[in-house]
């Protein structure tokens, strides 16, 4: 399967502090995708400069074999869309109009059919449409975090710790739904602390370690790594 | 009360509410208050009269110069004083420094212009007043409040109804994650600043027509904040309903204790408010969440 989305070489700086060191990830189409690693290790900021919400020091980010654009709106419309970490819903926007935003890039089309596609996998958020996000519950927060990027029409989605602060049998849920939309052909690259159900769900993975990829393989062969096992599997 | 008072209080806040929610939509995106908003008002007031100064035009070709004028200004400072700081998320105190130099700068070039004199609009109404049974009416309250009333509900359908006001909303809450909607931030900054403009060109005749055009007429700018206060920051309805509140509270006071005393008895009254509901009366919406 060809490669989507190639990050070559890409270092980030905040100040004198080297966030990303000469990062290389290659996220295949149709693929699951997961990057694992600490707190402060760079996952975060490696999606945000995917987005385009961070400017990379060095390094290139290529997308369906061309580069991508500078600004974030212009990389949403190229099919690019990212789930922000801690979800941040539009608290005070009713869910209806949070997932309106989600399709806020393609102008003057008719976003009812796309709405009840979200409705139809999540029928909570159809339920409470015309609530407040703020009312939400954590994991059905991250449901309409997922919901409002799908409304997007991504090519690939980043996802950022979907799993953050949810409980178990919700966080199931969430790697549910991240299994059915890759069966839908959506390409996922996903970022965790999870370690076991980044690398349980993942066609192939990453492990970032202060701002470098240490190893890489598929979900299976870093499980049954020893470094994996000591460092983010233990317990 | 005689439905005089009434009427001439509610058309008064409702130009509060113009001010108001002008003054609240960029307090909204900026997080911090437009100080320049008041000369904002004046100098696009000033503008539409001088250029129409004796071509005996009526009402409303006046507002939509004014409008014109506000949003050009307001589109100017958005770019001058405030794009750089907002895309460096520099501290607030720069927006302080920028907002008050602008209307200080704006203020200057009026009073350049206009010196310290009084202009009158030219009468707008052939009928100054109307009368309903032994009520005397005047017709620029009632056109004044109609106006506004249109105005507000205008950006009351923008706000809630159409893409660029989800866009605006969403700004308004997580700028950031706004950008990663595909939303242009930028964009739709300029734009809330324009509509800003175009309330305060709206205002700014207005308060012209009620007290007269003066360089410093941008001072009553402090009733919109007062009435913003009062509805709770950033909250657009809690804006309206504090004007109008102010309005007619300050209207009454007018009429039973006269000019001197009823001003200290609007700001205790507010300060009072204040110290009982801080967050004004909608501010409960508009906090932010985790």
Same mark, same amino acid.
């Given at each position: ?5 190639? =990050? ?8 004198? =502090? ?14 699951? =995708? ?95 449409? @015309? ?69 349980? =769900? ?11 990829? @240490? ?21 | 009360? !005689? ?36 000369? +904002?008002? +004046? *100098? ?53 420094? !920028? ?16 010196? !310290? ?20 009416? !005047? ?16 950006? *009351? ?28 931030? +930028? ?15 709206? *205002? ?61 008895? +609007? ?24």
């Amino acid at each position: 399967m060809e490669t989507i989305l190639k =990050v070559t070489g890409l270092s980030v700086s905040y100040g004198h =502090v080297e966030a990303l060191r000469g990062v290389d990830v290659d996220v295949r189409r149709g693929q699951i =995708v997961s990057i694992i690693g600490a707190n402060g290790a760079g996952k975060t900021t490696l999606l945000r400069t995917i987005s385009g919400m961070v400017k990379p020091l060095a390094g290139t980010i290529e997308f369906e074999g061309k580069p991508l654009p500078k600004k974030p709106h212009k990389i949403v419309a190229e099919g690019v869309i990212h789930v922000p970490e801690g979800r941040k819903c539009f608290s005070g926007l009713t869910i209806r109009d949070n997932l309106l935003t989600g399709g806020y890039v393609f102008k003057g089309r008719d976003l009812n059919e796309d709405l009840q596609e979200q409705y139809k996998l999540f029928p909570i958020l159809e339920q409470r449409k @015309n609530q407040y996000a703020g009312t939400l519950s954590g994991g059905e927060q991250q449901m309409l975090a997922v919901a409002r990027g799908l409304m997007g029409r991504p090519k690939i989605l980043l996802l950022d710790e979907p799993s953050m602060g949810l409980a178990p049998i919700i966080v199931n849920q969430i790697y549910d739904l991240i299994r059915q939309i890759r069966d839908r052909g959506i390409t996922v690259l996903l970022v965790e602390q999870n370690a076991r159900k980044a690398l349980g =769900v993942c066609d192939y993975a990453y492990v970032l370690e202060n701002g470098r990829i @240490n190893l890489q393989g598929t979900g299976e062969e870093l499980l049954g790594s020893d470094e994996v096992r000591k460092a983010y599997l233990a317990g | 009360m !005689s439905l005089q008072i009434l009427i001439n209080g509610i058309a008064t806040g409702s130009i509060y509410a113009l001010i108001a929610t002008g003054f609240a939509l960029i307090f909204n995106v900026l997080k911090f208050s437009n100080f320049s908003h008041g000369a +904002t008002m +004046t *100098a696009s007031a000033f503008v539409a009269y001088f250029l129409l100064e004796g071509a005996g035009l009526g009402l409303v070709p006046t507002l939509l110069v004014a409008a014109a004028a506000g949003a050009l200004i307001a589109l100017v400072g958005e770019f001058v004083g405030f794009r750089r700081i907002l895309l460096n998320h520099s501290s607030a105190t720069y927006f302080f420094v !920028s907002s008050i130099t602008l209307g200080t700068l704006y203020e200057g070039l009026v009073t350049i212009k206009a010196g !310290s004199n009084f202009f009158n609009f030219p009468r707008f109404f052939s009928t100054p007043t109307i009368n309903i049974g032994a009520q005397v009416i !005047s017709t620029s309250d009632v056109v004044m409040f109609c106006i506004s009333m249109v105005a507000l509900l205008i950006l *009351a359908f923008i706000i809630q109804k159409t893409r660029l006001g989800r866009a605006l909303r969403a700004i308004s809450f997580d700028r950031d994650t706004a950008q990663l909607m595909g939303i242009n931030s +930028t964009r739709i900054i300029q734009l809330t600043f324009v509509i800003s403009g175009v309330l305060a060109g709206i *205002a700014g005749v207005f308060l012209g027509i009620k007290y007269t055009l003066y360089p410093t007429l941008g001072s009553l700018v402090v009733k919109g904040f007062i009435a913003s206060v009062i509805g709770g920051l950033g909250s657009l309805t809690g804006a309206v309903i504090g004007a109008v509140l102010l309005g007619v509270v300050e209207t009454i006071l007018l009429s039973l204790l006269g000019s001197g005393y009823s001003t200290i008895a +609007t700001f205790a009254i507010m300060l009072v408010f204040l110290l009982f509901r801080p967050q004004g009366i909608a501010g409960s919406n508009v906090q932010e969440k985790a």
